[in-house]
Each structure stands twice: as structure tokens, then as C-alpha cells.
């Protein structure tokens, strides 16, 4: 089965700075790859998704995240971070055999520092 | 374009009592999911209807958790009898097709707290 870590639970940033979220997943081939945004009080919202081809994706809200894998990854990126970022984000990985689900990991909480 | 809808938004409850939840997904997604998110962690599929059938129910407590889905529109998510630790966000999602490439487009939630 498919799983997924988050290794930073909380990460804080300068507005304006760059920033790189961590995932890194299990699972026997290439999977179904996806970042999720959840606002306060509010529902998840999808930023991005691989499923194949060029390993550079292009999300909304300007972020981007690159498949590695050599080294099972999908970290998120933006190459600077506005006070209207701050969330929590969650990565999620989807088996293309087996289990028709999304394994969602355990969240980043992005706060953002003015 | 409307959202998927949920109500409540907010629930209080004592332990052993009953709740339910309900939700409407966008209009024409034949797929719709229940998901629990307990705080500080993602969200966890409960149950995955495919029009009013049920295609993924191997992480509901079928114990005490029931959903339905009736006429393949809105669905009802409900506890009975609830517990301290289903306190949690339930979230509910709808897509337009099945299989893990599919967006899913999510609800607000609901929020529990069991006392």
C-alpha cells in the first residue's frame, strides 16, 4: 500500500522568501502525486498534480513541485511566499493499481513571519 | 459554479450519543467521499460511494459509523453511538469520475467535538 511523510510539521517564513515543503512517498511504481492546500475553517483546495511527464509541475497561486524519483519526493515550492500563504498543506499520493484512494500525509502548517 | 456543501458546520455532543452530517456534492459528480481529520493529521478516506454504491468502506468503523448516499445526489454520514475519539473535522468530497487521477473537490466540513 501507499503511504506518504511530511517530515516538517511547521515551518515559518519571511514574506517574500522562498520556500520548499517536503513529501516523500512509498509505493512500488510512480504514482498519482498531489498537493492540497487547507485554509482556516476551510476545505482542501488543489495547488498541483503529477501523473507523468515533465517531473517539473506548474500549480495555481504560483507554486511548483518536482517529481524526483531517485529519491521518492514531491516537495512543493514558490519562489516567494505571500502573508495570504500561510496554511496548512498536504501532500497525497494515489495508487494507479490496488486501492483506488488517496493516501493523504500528516500536513505542513506554513506560517508566514511579516 | 457551486461548491460542495456541508452542514452542520460546527457539532457539540456527549459521548454515546448520536450525530449525523450531511452533504451535497458539486452537481453531476457521481463520486463522493467521506474523510476524517483528526487534528494534527491528514485527512483519512472513510467510505467512497460511486453513484448510491458504495465502492471503498475498509476504514469505517461500521460499528458505530453508517453512510448512505440515496438517489446517488446527497449523502448522510452518521455516528451512533459516538466516542471521545471521534472528535474530528469530517470532511466530504465529490469528483466526476472515479480512480485515485481524479480531482477531488472538497467541502468545508464539519467540525465535532464529543465531550
Known amino acids: 500500500a501507499q503511504s506518504v511523510t511530511q517530515p516538517d510539521i511547521h515551518i515559518t517564513v519571511s514574506e517574500g522568501a522562498s520556500l520548499e515543503l517536503r513529501c516523500n512517498y512509498s509505493?512500488?511504481?510512480?504514482?498519482?502525486l498531489f498537493w492540497y492546500v487547507q485554509s482556516p475553517g476551510q476545505g482542501l483546495q488543489l495547488l498541483l498534480k503529477y501523473f507523468s511527464g515533465d517531473t517539473l509541475v506548474q500549480g495555481i497561486k504560483g507554486f511548483e513541485a518536482e517529481f524526483k524519483r531517485s529519491q521518492s519526493s514531491f516537495n512543493l515550492r514558490k519562489p516567494s511566499v505571500h502573508w495570504s500563504d500561510a496554511a496548512e498543506y498536504f501532500c497525497?499520493?494515489?495508487?494507479?493499481?490496488?486501492?483506488?484512494?488517496?493516501?493523504f500525509g500528516q500536513g505542513t502548517r506554513l506560517t508566514i513571519n511579516p | 459554479e457551486a461548491g460542495v456543501a456541508q452542514s452542520p458546520r460546527y457539532k457539540i455532543i456527549e459521548k454515546r450519543q448520536s450525530v449525523a452530517f450531511w452533504c451535497n456534492p458539486i452537481s453531476g459528480h457521481a463520486t463522493l467521499y467521506w474523510y476524517q481529520q483528526i487534528l494534527g493529521q491528514g485527512p483519512k478516506l472513510l467510505i467512497q460511494?460511486?453513484?448510491?454504491?458504495?465502492?471503498?468502506d475498509s476504514q469505517l468503523p461500521k460499528d458505530r459509523f453508517s453512510a448512505e448516499r440515496l438517489k446517488g445526489v446527497d449523502s448522510t454520514l452518521k455516528i451512533q453511538p459516538a466516542k471521545l475519539e471521534d472528535s474530528a473535522v469530517y470532511l466530504c468530497a465529490s469528483s466526476s469520475r472515479a480512480g485515485p487521477s481524479a480531482e477531488q473537490y472538497f467541502g468545508p466540513g464539519t467540525r465535532l467535538t464529543v465531550t
Open positions: 497525497a499520493v494515489g495508487a494507479i493499481q490496488g486501492a483506488q484512494k488517496l493516501v
Open positions: 509505493y512500488g511504481a510512480t504514482p498519482y
Open positions: 460511494f460511486q453513484n448510491n454504491g458504495v465502492v471503498d
